[in-house]
């Protein structure tokens, strides 16, 4: 297997170096980045090596002859199956005397999909609006959401999404909404199955594809286009 539990990888799109923490499939890792773990693909992750080297300040590169154009490479397209998007789970176990327990509960958001969106994220806890965040997720990327803290799950958890396609489409529905609730004893079993599997995360699928325009819904034009919004992060 090209890498092991320890390598230091790099993360392609963002240039981050990080660990790996589990080997999860033939295909897919769980990295460390700055303190969180999250999923990703052989396809997004490289050894830092060759990036270190090539960004020494010292290295000498030859300046191009005047009227010498350079072209730059295009972008290596993602050919992966599309799935659809889902929700992630990945629990973090600690050691109580003899006994392992779930601590916290992180949360990503798995686009499996070659669509860009923008995502409206809440979770509410005891229906009190706990965490609201603004986004986009791009093809084939994972987005880290939240934490949760296990005894958190006393507050019944729910999880609100809403999608809209970036850019938008005339053909597909102006936004999606879909909502997601914590079933406690649910998970509780899916968790102790993780365990006994050694596995990593548990994913809940959010859509498999994002839903066509219906015949009684507006054209999206550039005026009614759903509003793309900057990042944002808000707490309660």
Known sequence: MKYSVGDTILILHSKEEGKVVDIMSNDMLMVEVKGVTFPVYYDQ?????????????????????????????????????????????????ITDGYDERVSILKYHLLNETARTYNVHFQIFLGNQLHLEIKNEVHPFQHFYLADLLFEQLNDQPRFEFTFSLKPADPKMAASFSKGWKVKAKQLFLQLNELKVKEQATISYPLFEQYPLRQDNEPMVSAKHRPREFPPLITRR
Not at 63 to 89: A, C, M, N
């Open 45 to 93: 992750i490289d050894f830092p090596y060759f990036h270190r080297f090539t960004a020494q300040k010292d290295i000498y590169v030859p300046k191009p002859l005047r009227g010498e154009e350079i072209k730059k490479e295009k972008p290596f397209p993602v050919t992966r199956e599309e799935t659809g998007v889902f929700l992630s789970i990945l629990p973090v176990w």
